[in-house]
């Protein structure tokens, strides 16, 4: 664990120095301004004009910050992120213990994550007005909580958890709908149903409290859901929209991508207990349908589904040949971009994303937000590392 610690407090700290921080919210729409908003809030009393869905639902990591004294806003929430970069590593160790995950592969892929563009040191650093690093530490508890089946604690974290980002509330229901069928098929209470269902009771009223009390939705709140339906069905009538979510989870996830696509034989057979396997396929296929139908960032989603889509990678890679897994992480290194520093997007006048951007500045760096000649060249880089890697397992 001290491993752990040492490495996120010295890669937090390089890339403090290295990596300049974008504060300016120019960007037309950006998440950024409108947790700004809330933190200014929490911290003067004065109310912003609107609070946007869904951000206005997300007031824990801003409450937070605006109560650290002696801080700007932005080292605030720096603060927030390093602590829970933290926990989290430190909850994904533990994890990694109780399934059994080899020490040297789960060093391999914090390594990957800590050090990833859209992961949870670089682009916190990048853009410190997030709230990501946090949820990746209610989704390491709720993992816990699945596997010692201790559901009573649920109901004391899912409040916290859908203040901080109210996908929490999907994330119990989908608990909620496994628990039920699990139940049923074992004709037995095998996954209690009480205290999972009180947490999402208690989850749905934090939301309507801070709509209620605090900040009620916009006249168009009530458009995300068709919204998010619209974009889903993309999937289905644009194959350009397509090529780009499988180049930004190749993005997202590289070398565990191919690695796991070129053994997911050994799937049934990669976790002991059958409720634990079929936890993590579930949650990871949830975050795949998240990056379709819930916005533009893509890779920055599929890299906060990191937890359980993670684990159930290196579930299936554990026993794998390590000369095979490094080789492979190693001809990935490119998609890391280590020497680069993330640019800021270059804006029109409206502070809107303009092609130049597209191309050569911030969202070159995304495959879902970039040209469609750059999302074309990460497919074509995933084809080439999937036939390498496929002559190297071979050796």
Same mark, same amino acid.
């Given at each position: ?38 933190? &200014?809030?929490?911290?003067?009393? &004065?109310?912003?004009? *609107? ?38 590593? /430190? ?35 990048? !853009? ?6 946090? #949820? ?25 958890? *859908? ?36 947490? /999402? ?10 709509? =209620?009390? /605090? ?31 499988? =180049? ?29 396997? !079929? ?18 960032? $893509?890779?920055?989603? =599929? ?14 890679? !554990? ?36 092609? &130049?951007?597209?191309?050569? #500045?911030? $969202? ?15 497919? *074509? ?15």
């Amino acid at each position: 664990m001290a491993i752990i610690t040492l490495a996120v407090l010295l890669f937090f700290a390089f890339f403090y120095f290295y990596q300049p921080s974008y504060v300016e919210y120019k960007h037309q729409g950006s998440d950024a301004k409108e947790y700004s908003k809330l933190y &200014e809030y929490f911290k003067t009393g &004065e109310a912003a004009s *609107v609070y946007n869905l869904p951000y206005s639902n997300r007031l824990l990591v801003p409450y937070i910050a605006s109560r650290i004294p002696g801080l700007s806003a932005a080292h605030a929430f720096l603060l927030i992120h390093l602590s829970s970069a933290l926990a989290f590593m /430190l909850l994904f160790y533990y994890i990694r213990i109780l399934l059994g995950i080899d020490k040297s592969l789960f060093y391999l892929v914090m390594l990957w994550f800590l050090l990833h563009p859209s992961g949870i040191i670089r682009f916190s650093i990048y !853009n410190p007005f997030n709230i990501d690093p946090m #949820g990746h530490v209610f989704h390491a508890l709720l993992i816990i909580i699945f596997m010692k089946r201790r559901f009573n604690w649920l109901i004391l974290i899912a409040p916290f958890a *859908v203040a901080q980002k109210e996908s929490f509330n999907a994330l119990v229901l989908l608990l909620l709908i496994y628990a039920i069928y699990i139940n049923r098929s074992e004709g037995k209470k095998t996954i209690p149903l009480a205290p999972i269902f009180i947490s /999402l009771i208690l989850g749905i009223t934090v939301q309507s409290m801070v709509h =209620a009390y /605090l900040f009620p939705p916009p006249p168009n709140g009530s458009y995300i859901p068709y919204r998010a339906f619209v974009r889903s069905a993309k999937f289905f009538n644009e194959p350009h929209f397509v090529m780009r979510i499988l =180049a930004s989870l190749f993005a997202a996830f590289g070398p565990i991508l191919i690695i796991t696509a070129q053994n997911i034989g050994r799937f049934r057979d990669s976790f002991s207990d059958a409720l634990n396997r !079929n936890f993590f396929l579930i949650y990871s296929l949830f975050f795949v349908f998240i990056c379709i139908a819930a916005g533009t960032d $893509t890779t920055r989603i =599929a890299i906060y589904g990191g937890a359980f889509t993670l684990m159930f990678a290196m579930s299936i890679m !554990n026993g794998l040949r390590m000369k095979y897994t490094l080789q492979v992480f190693l001809l990935s290194l490119p998609l890391l971009r280590l020497l680069i520093v993330l640019p800021r997007p270059i804006l029109n006048d409206l502070g809107r994303i303009t092609n &130049e951007d597209r191309a050569y #500045g911030f $969202t070159s760096m995304f495959p879902e937000m970039s040209t469609m000649a750059l999302a074309v060249s990460w497919l *074509v880089y995933m084809m080439i590392l999937y036939y390498l890697a496929s002559l190297l397992k071979k050796r």
